[in-house]
């Protein structure tokens, strides 16, 4: 993985502020420690920071290729899965390449068959790409989100980047947010609208959507998004399709001149990714597979079985581990520590993520760097086959509004009386009824299986981009690149289809993906019990999450106060959080986790100098 930056203009001689993009280069080393590079002229700046995993010597960027007058310059951040199958296509239509890596595919790709190439792409990217003869820029996204691509349009300027810091940066960008961008943050944080950058100048490319700028003006497009098919096939088909669709993902992302680990939680989706690792090493001869788990001090005797998480990750992650004969590695996190790391979590996101999800994921990210430069994780899989309660709980199931993000009059109650006026309630209706609107339905199908195709809709737009951007900042940030193969388009867009009395199969959640198992993973992994991430349960880190706020409150010109009510903040601190019994955001920000997010919000509008626009 790498991190990218660009600055065009249409008027301005850009050869003359080479330091700009060098200084928004920079702020993504972590994201590219091993080489970096610059291409300059007239009305463009990019630059690029690279992570090695392929190619050493042939994969340096920018890379400049030229055609029939043009030449084409690309900053690419990314993995292509099917890069050996394009470059043939490409070879029998008469192109040469010069090195074995997927940023020259790439390309070539563009050159060939221009924004149609993103059709012919299995990867995880976010590229951009300069005609320096037709003073054209070209930025994509892949369809499901997986690398972060932001960018602002400002005075006949188009300012790119993979993460907001760096287009913070640029002189032309300053850090402001208005009533929508205070929306953004208090209604649907720790999530966020497709395409919103939060910051006022600051937008992102939406998953699945490619950008063209030229002469001044863009036009964003969308080039895939899950169809609404019928789905042709038995149960017995299903579920074989299902499994070498599954299969072929992983496999096809074990590619890699650097070492590669898996997460193991010892839950369904990270044990298959496991599982079928391990198989594929053991056939190709490698080296043991090395796997990673997380877990807090003390945790085994603090840890609540609660209806979300029934029981403690570290037992069935040794017990599989074990299964597969894996060089199992448990990080052990410390509680103090963990409150310490809310700060640096939320610096690398760029706005306020999901608390201690985010710090625990960072140093574990951390730690999992010592041994490896590659990591798969078994993301996506609860969103596209059904894991959350909200796809079996009829009242959470049928509710009006985004299922992991109810308390929107409760999150209203606790903002700034002065912002009292904002359509907070209203906002995020609107976001919601707006994703519905675009949800692809068959003609014909019963009320109950449209409703179950926008609740995996609303998933895949939403609640998984989230921890797609969580998973690639926290990592990204120790140089670390996590590869999620149930987001692979293909199994994204099959599963989209099938019928709900198969994917809930004997009426358990991911039911379909549990059977497609079958034969991979141990009985006992396959009737485990839906548990997610895990989270401490210690009293220290409560303590240590109420007196950092403590600590805010006693400031009165703290900024998180500009946002909300500190008399009900510091209620919610003195009661460890009980004071607002409901989850902030899915199933696990509450108690002590919310606290940590107000911690979050205040470093972050400290960190990145927030300025609200004068109301």
């Known amino acids: 993985m790498c991190g990218i930056a660009g600055w065009v203009s249409k008027e301005k001689n850009t050869e003359d502020s080479t330091k700009i993009i060098e ?33 050493p010597k042939g994969g340096a960027q920018p890379m400049i290729r030229k055609l029939g007058g043009h030449d084409y310059v690309i900053v690419y951040n990314g993995e292509l899965y099917n890069t050996d199958e394009i470059r043939e296509k490409l070879q029998k239509k008469g192109y040469h390449f010069v090195s074995y890596s997927d940023t020259e595919v790439l390309l070539v790709s563009y050159i060939e068959w221009g924004a149609d190439c993103l059709r012919h792409l299995n990867g995880i990217f976010a590229f951009g790409v300069w005609d320096e003869k037709d003073k054209t820029m070209f930025l994509a996204r892949d369809p499901l989100g997986v690398k972060p691509l932001f960018y602002s349009l400002k005075k006949n300027h188009l300012i790119f980047a993979s993460q907001i810091e760096a287009i913070l940066t640029h002189p032309m960008i300053e850090p402001i947010i208005n ?11 720790p999530a966020r609208s497709l395409g919103h950058g939060v910051f006022t100048d600051i937008k992102e490319i939406p998953p699945a959507h490619y950008l063209v700028y030229r002469d001044g003006t863009s036009k964003l497009n969308e080039y895939w998004k899950p169809e609404a098919k019928p789905h042709e096939e038995n149960l017995t088909t299903t579920i074989d399709h299902t499994r070498h669709l599954l299969v072929d993902a992983i496999e096809r992302q074990l ?57 403690s990750d570290q037992v069935w992650a040794e017990r599989m581990a074990k299964s597969i004969e894996s060089n199992h590695t448990t990080v052990i996190l410390n509680n ?24 625990s994921l960072y140093l574990f990210c951390k730690e999992v760097k010592k041994r490896a430069t590659v990591a798969l994780s078994g993301e996506c899989a609860d969103e596209i086959f059904g894991g959350y309660p909200w796809f079996t709980k009829p009242n959470v199931t049928n509710a009006t ?19 009292q006026s904002y359509p907070l309630e209203e906002y995020v209706a ?26 995996f809709f609303l998933n895949i737009k939403w609640f998984m981009i989230t921890l797609l951007n969580r998973k690639d900042r926290m990592s990204m940030a120790h140089s670390l690149e996590v590869r999620v193969p149930f987001a692979d388009y293909r199994l994204v867009e099959y599963a989209f289809n099938i019928p709900n009395s198969m994917k809930f199969y004997q009426g358990r959640e991911k039911g379909l993906l549990r059977e497609a198992l079958k034969g991979i993973l141990p009985e006992e ?8 991430y895990p989270k401490t349960h210690h009293a220290d880190y409560t303590k240590a999450v109420q007196d950092r706020m403590k600590q805010i409150i006693s400031k009165k010109d703290a900024p998180l106060f500009e946002l909300m009510d500190r008399q009900k903040v510091t209620e919610i601190v003195e009661t460890g959080g009980k004071a607002l019994q409901k989850p902030w ?25 927030v300025r609200i626009e004068a109301r």
């Open 179 to 189: 009533q929508e961008g205070i929306m953004e943050i208090l209604g649907l944080g």
């Open 525 to 532: 992994i396959i009737e485990r019990k839906k548990s997610p």
């Open 255 to 311: 590619v890699s001149d650097v070492p590669v680990c898996t997460f193991l939680s010892g839950g369904l989706d990270s044990s298959a990714i496991s599982a079928i690792t391990s198989n594929f090493f053991k056939r190709e001869g490698r080296s043991q597979l090395d796997t990673f788990s997380i877990d807090y001090e003390d945790n085994d005797k603090y840890f609540q079985a609660n209806e979300f998480q029934p029981d």
């Open 336 to 359: 103090i520590q963990l409150a310490d790391a809310l700060k640096d979590a939320v610096k690398v996101n760029g706005i306020p993520g999901m608390a201690d999800v985010d710090s």
């Open 401 to 419: 509004t985004f299922p992991w993000a109810s308390p929107t009059k409760e999150r209203k109650d606790l903002i700034n009386k002065c912002l």
């Open 23 to 55: 200084n928004m280069t920079n702020t993504l080393t972590a994201r590219g420690p091993d080489d970096f590079g610059y291409y300059g002229s007239e009305n463009v700046q990019l630059g690029h920071r690279r992570l090695i995993i392929i190619d």
């Open 430 to 455: 609107q976001k919601y009824l707006d994703t519905i609107k675009q949800v692809p339905k068959l003609k014909g199908e019963s009320k109950e299986e449209a409703r179950m195709r926008e609740l």
């Open 585 to 609: 955001y899915g199933q696990l920000m509450t108690g002590p986790q919310l606290i940590a997010y107000f911690i979050q919000i205040n470093t972050w509008m400290l960190a990145y100098r």
